[in-house]
């Protein structure tokens, strides 16, 4: 038998090939787009892409972000709403290529792939999901600052002192938000509710309760502490001085565990601040400066804080003796670099109060007395060392008359000195050192005249010419010996003062 050839089924393949391959072409010719058309069934989020050229399809997408990231959302804060635009929370779609993509569908590969494609698409459409991101930190801010403006915040019992009174405010708790758990619930509320146009969360209440109730307010009944210092009333611009820094720090009340500062309390030393210009120490010299004067002030509290014995956290001598305390009971402030500062270590607040009056001022500490009736305090100062102020020292002035002298400013002694605590309870008696202090010589300033004075010659009268005058004997002149001027001795040094 006769084997059949191949030849006749492999030409018939062949030509069933060319018979579909043309009409595989064919059909692809017929539903291919052009080059700058998207395919049918194309598809970017629910929006249909299909016959769209690239400009039509991302004037589309555009609308379509800007719909998305325009929504509305709302907070409900403790039954009221708050709103804002997703926009400003960052709410923004992520950079993609999406449009390129959908342009080459059914254009780069063959013609049978392409076709299947083309045909799959119409189809089954081709869908582009778009990825959307927000901003952490900005939700974070929208709920620190709106969405907490709606709360109330918790009210603190207040001292005040009332015609010599003390007397305490009502308390309230207060509502806050859960910052944290809120912006989670924002977050899900964001991807649960994508779909739609208003997008609702609630916020995370939590009750506030005041960091001072009525009860802790009222246990600051007792004056634990009191110290007053005399001044001189004539002195109007330091009187005054002395009795706005007071006014500024009368009233304080330092809860447990904070620190009072007096120049924080009492500053800026500026004339709008209600200060004049007044004596005061630099380097060694007294000189005006506004606010001279106020670390009397300073000086009047250390001593009344001591007295309270609350923990001391900065203190420094002047840097000359004062007059109204003893050597290292003063507390100077200057600049910021010398202040007076104390923390209350108590566990119920420090109330303040200050004034002048009658070229004294004074100072009142109450608090919690919790020391036994039995408990005696004192303070002793100490001189160690004694430093004298030395010769004097002489400004010469050009401009003033050799006899000129003037004092600008008194000597001042210098002193190495400490402060002692002293304590009697139980027929005991224990002496602490409290600080020590040093303060400078400073010889006295004296300010001398070096003008020279010339005197002015005297004119000699003019003789009157007589009616008639007679002739004059004529005289044989004698020589006369020449004078010779007399030394002017030197002046003696004045002695020191």
């Known amino acids: 038998m006769k084997k059949r050839s191949k030849w006749p089924a492999l030409l018939v393949i062949f030509i069933l090939s060319l018979v579909i391959c043309g009409y595989v072409y064919i059909a692809y010719q017929a539903v291919k787009p052009a080059d700058d058309i998207i395919c049918d069934g194309v598809f970017i989020e629910t929006i249909e892409l299909s016959g769209m050229t690239q400009q039509q399809a991302e004037t589309a997408v555009e609308q379509y972000v800007s719909d ?18 997703l926009a400003d929370l960052g709410y923004a779609c992520e950079e993609n290529d999406y449009i390129l993509q959908a342009l080459r569908v059914g254009k780069d590969s063959n013609p049978f792939a392409n076709y299947a494609t083309i045909r799959d698409a119409k189809t089954n459409h081709i869908v582009y ?8 930190k900005k939700i974070s801010k929208f709920i620190k600052k709106e969405c907490s403006k709606e709360c109330v915040k918790a009210k603190d019992s207040k001292i005040k002192m009332e ?9 309230r708790d207060g509502v806050a938000i859960d ?28 009750t506030q309760k005041p960091a001072v109730t009525e009860e802790l307010a009222s246990r600051c009944k007792d004056k634990i502490g009191t110290f007053q210092t005399t001044f001189n009333a004539a002195n109007v611009s330091r009187s005054r001085n002395l009795a706005n820094a007071a006014r500024l720090i009368n009233g304080s009340v330092i809860q447990p565990g904070k620190t009072f ?32 004067g106020v670390c009397q002030v ?11 014995e609350l923990e001391i956290v900065e203190r420094s001598p002047h840097s000359m003796v004062v007059t109204y305390v003893e050597p290292s009971m003063d507390a100077a402030i200057a600049g910021d670099y010398k202040d007076f500062k104390f923390k209350n270590n108590t566990e119920v607040p420090v109330y303040i109060e200050s004034g002048t009056r009658s070229g004294m001022i004074f100072f009142h500490v109450y608090g919690e007395e919790t020391r036994k009736s039995s408990r005696k305090i004192s303070f002793e100062s100490e001189t160690i060392e004694t430093m004298q102020p030395g010769p004097d020292k002489i400004i010469y002035d050009k401009t003033k008359p050799a006899n000129y002298m003037k004092v600008t400013q008194e000597a001042h002694t210098g002193y190495k000195a400490v402060l002692w605590k002293i304590v009697k309870m139980d027929g005991k008696t224990k002496k602490t050192k409290v600080n020590s202090s040093t303060y400078q010589a400073v010889p006295r300033y004296v300010t001398k005249g070096t003008q020279k004075v010339t005197p002015k010659p005297t004119a000699k009268p003019t003789p009157k010419p007589s009616a008639a005058p007679k002739a004059t004997p004529k005289v044989k002149s004698t020589p006369q010996p020449t004078p010779v001027p007399a030394a002017t001795p030197a002046p003696a040094a004045e002695p020191a003062q």
């Open 68 to 85: 998305k990231v325009n929504r509305t959302l709302v907070v409900d804060v403790n039954g009221k709403r708050v709103m804002a635009s």
């Open 129 to 136: 999901d778009l990825a959307f991101q927000y901003s952490d």
């Open 163 to 171: 015609n010599g009174v003390l007397t305490y405010t009502k308390a």
């Open 179 to 206: 910052a944290k758990r809120t912006l989670s619930n924002i977050k899900q509320a964001m991807k649960e509710q994508e779909a739609e146009e208003i997008i609702e969360a609630s916020a995370e209440i939590i």
């Open 261 to 292: 500062s007096v120049h924080d309390t009492i500053s800026p030393l500026t004339e709008d601040n209600g200060y004049y210009a007044a004596p005061s120490y630099n380097n060694g010299k007294v000189e005006d400066s506004i606010g001279g």
């Open 298 to 308: 300073s000086t009047t509290l250390y001593n009344a804080i001591l007295r309270a």
